[in-house]
Nanobody, 117 residues
Framework: QVQLVESGGGLVQPGGSLRLSCAASGSIFNLLGMAWYRQAPGKQRELVAHISSGHKTNYADSVKDRFTISRDVDNTIYLQMNSLKPDDTAVYYC????????????WGQGTQVTVSS
């Protein structure tokens, strides 16, 4: 079983930056692909970024060159978000166990990111 706890969301002005964190429990963390998804009001949940157990990364076109996903050895993944836009406003969810094409079975509770002046 894997439990995920996100943190780091908040309100930021357009052009600003935020860093999201996802702390994962479970001894199999290093074997899992990890990802960040987001869901804006009235829209479907979408994949933002994925990092494999071997640290290979993939990004949605809408965030490429602005967001960076990373992971470290203490069971934490991060999403560094730069040059934020109002369209980035959403609840961001951490996901474990999936690939670039398929979500894993484990989800965090989500953290709100609001980009507004």
């Amino acid at each position: 079983q894997v439990q995920l706890v996100e943190s780091g969301g908040g309100l930021v002005q357009p052009g600003g930056s935020l860093r999201l964190s996802c702390a994962a429990s479970g001894s199999i963390f290093n074997l899992l692909g990890m990802a960040w998804y987001r869901q804006a009001p009235g829209k479907q949940r979408e994949l933002v970024a994925h990092i494999s157990s071997g640290h290979k990364t993939n990004y949605a076109d809408s965030v490429k060159d602005r967001f960076t996903i990373s992971r470290d050895v203490d069971n934490t993944i991060y999403l560094q978000m730069n040059s934020l836009k109002p369209d980035d406003t959403a609840v961001y969810y951490c996901n474990a166990g999936g690939s670039w094409t398929t979500a894993g079975d484990f989800w965090g509770q989500g953290t709100q990111v609001t980009v507004s002046s």
